[in-house]
């Protein structure tokens, strides 16, 4: 899961990105900031290299403030009113400033700042909705989470802030010298007051804002659609054959006797198409799914395509997938392209095999001699494959991942790969038993660079799943370098009776996961909030986390975070292990072909103009990627929601960044997974950079080379042939 940023980054760069803004914000001017056409007048003076002022070693840590969470819900909307009334002041001062007086310092680095302090204090908030033990203040920080959310959109559309900017960058500006993190702070802050639209005349800029507030409207009607399906099926107990008899008991009865009523929501249809041993039940229900929204989602899918093509066209750019690829790592749609048609080509095969392994099963259990998988198929198919092969069982693998192993073995594998000690605070102040507070201190000399808590137990209220928090990233301060405060939150089940805590490989999994994303934020060396830590592009900023999953299928971490519970003292055994290593992609053919599937569906609708057959599209792609068809009357593009709540254009980025951690990982593959000199080197060119150098540049500082994909295609037993 991605890490929460803090709002304040957001502003400018982030937010402006994050495909996990709810829907109804993703049209809004935040999501749209810049293009391809900035006014040649309004550049930043070329970088110094010899930045003469600043080295964040130079800097002295200035030490986080403990998180506050004595609150009530009254104070709390006080403190969330201020700080937005403090931030409105300081911009307006900003704003008065004669251009003549400008500076770097006045203008570029002070709506930087001010919009850092306003970020640091609203996440810290923000934050105790997922943590607060009192209902009402959990409330309150909800509601202020929310009001941060529209204010950090509001002050992405000022155009008095981007008037001031081009003021400077028009007189000073043009002389004054600055650093290359300088420069680039800038030229994003530009880059993103053009894709707001900023820079239009006045009556273009109206028109982008109708686009915009008419996009907000279709993807609410979108999601609300499919909210609010209410289609089913009936089938028969015979129909149902191979469900859990829980499962039949929470359906509803049908209307004749021993019928049941299946709906199309997720718990009703997904454990039907993996285990419902009726074809035509299967093939019922996929029609069904396949239907959800069609009345009226696919008009408005259609629609909004236009709209984001004529707004695309507004900002300068050829198409809305250029416009969303400009900040991430992609850069353009056809680099997007690009990456599809190679994976798409290089999977071929293992579709084929998986395809063919999928109907040999078929063939045994129907008696039919060349049975042709069909899209109401795979599912069931692909898990009767994993019960014969990969017969593995949960409980008895979570004996082996006792809670305080596995959390005293992550550490230890990160401080000895990063060049890190943690240290756990002692009689730190928490919000409540179980809370610790660790910092971080460089191994080689002592130097604090981050701390976070850890929020280990389930408690009503508590955000549910794992995730870690940024409360405010490292940046210069004028003291000295204000180091970052992040909250990794998990729910592991409390220790009862003597009996410790045992993780699921898959809790384990996600630990080291968000674990990733706690150092990505810590170990930065950046600057500036909005190039800080994790702050990086969205289709690059899993991959560093994604990267750190693999570590824990290594014998040597698994040495460090597992223990026989028959044999003290020795690690889960290895041939476990393999069987654990080889169930977790072993549908990977028909899984990743689908991941293309989907991705070359969102890029070319984003594509095509403003007139796109949505549905003749789906229907296409499918068949020619799946080989394995939808029935004629059903209506993809009615249901997937991502083209619609802000992935638009972006859902290539799940597989792009798999791509891109696999690759990272070569390098601990070859020199060892607990080699500190490429730990270092990673921590140095990966982690420490933040956003002050786009992600394939130091991808290329880190493997010596340009990243591709044969990494992730042997990973998945592809081998690595071009
Ligand atoms: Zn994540």
Redesign the pocket.
Known sequence: ???LRSPSLALLVSLAACATAPASREPSPATSPAGPAKPADARPAPASDSSPDWSFAATAPVDAAPLRTRWTPAELKAACDEAEKVSNGALAAIAAIPDAQRTFANTADAIEQTEADWGDKVSRLGFMKDIHLDAKVREAAAACEEQAGKYAVEISARKDLYLAMKGWLEGAGRSERLSREQHRLVTLAMRDFHRAGLDLPDAQREKLVQLRSRLAELQTRYAHNLDEEQSSIELTRKELAGLPAGYLARLKAGGKPDTFIVTTAYPDYFPLMENGQSESARKKAEIAFMNRGAQENVKLLDEAISLRDEAAHLLGYATHADFVAEPRMAKSAATIAEFEAKLRERLRARLAADTAKMAALKAVETGEAHPAIQSWDWRYYLNQWKKKEFALDDEQIRAYFPADKVMQGMLATYSRLLSVQFKKVENAEVWTAGVELYEIRDAADGRLLGKFYVDLFPRPGKYGHA??FGLGPARAVSGGYQIPLSVLVVNFEPPQGGKVAHLSIDEVDTLF??F??IMHQCLTTARYASLSGSNVATDF??AP??MLENFVFEPEILALVSADPKSPGQPLPADLMKRIAAARRFDAGVRYSRQVFLGSFDLYIHTHGAHVDSEAAARKLWADIMAFPEPPDTHFAAGFGHVMGGYDAGYYGYLWSEVFSADMFTRFQKEGVLNPKTGRDYRDAILAKGRTEDPDQLLQEFLGRAPNEDAFLKQIGMGSAK
């Open positions: 899961m991605r890490p995730a870690s996961h968000e990733g994303h900023v899993e986390s994604q």
